[in-house]
């Protein structure tokens, strides 16, 4: 969880990734939290930069009790969020003939299901703010066949869709939802 201000005025921003997600996520996590290999320098960039020291906080996206926590800690520590990026994701290679049941529920739940949780934690919050956005890591795997990515091709496909279902409820209250799909 970061506090940050940006050049579009936002002042929260909530970013949820993991280790194993794309280079380009644990780039924003890591110059967002202050974690990983050139996580001190980023944060004093970071704290140069804005006058504010970048906070985290470890949350495991497979579990609810972990996702409202970190949303209240982020209320708590601030009042709202104005922007949530989902980016916790992972991968894998296997053949559908050799996935096991556990490969394909274990991409799922973190790349899909974690995504859906933490919108449908937020997206309350800032419903009834009538403000905010949230970005969604999909992938061209989403819509792009790959050997041996049948799992996290049909979360990321997932992702979209969940994107755009949310986007079209979230609308009307002034927030949206919206997806990058990096290759």
């Known amino acids: 969880v970061a506090h940050m201000q940006d050049q579009l005025g936002f002042e929260h921003l909530f970013e949820c990734g993991t280790e194993s997600g794309n280079q380009r996520g644990r780039q924003i996590g890591n110059e967002a939290h202050g974690v990983g290999q050139h996580g001190l320098r980023a944060a004093e960039k970071i704290e140069r930069e804005t006058g504010v020291r970048p906070g985290y906080q470890l949350c495991d996206v497979t579990q609810q009790a972990q996702v409202d926590a970190l949303v209240r800690a982020a209320l708590d520590a601030w009042g709202h969020v104005d922007v949530l990026v989902n980016n916790a994701g992972l991968g894998g290679y296997a053949k559908v003939v050799e996935m096991t049941d556990e490969q394909w529920s274990k991409v799922l739940d ?31 795997l989403g819509w792009r066949a790959q050997e041996g990515q049948s799992h996290y091709a049909a979360a990321k496909a997932g992702v979209m869709a969940l994107t755009r279902c949310s986007a079209m409820e979230a609308a009307a209250h002034g927030v949206r939802v919206n997806a990058v799909s990096p290759s």
């Open 110 to 140: 973190v790349t899909l299901t974690g995504t859906f949780r933490m919108t449908r934690a937020m997206l309350p919050h800032m419903i009834a703010r009538r403000a905010g956005a949230i970005v969604n890591n999909a992938s061209v």
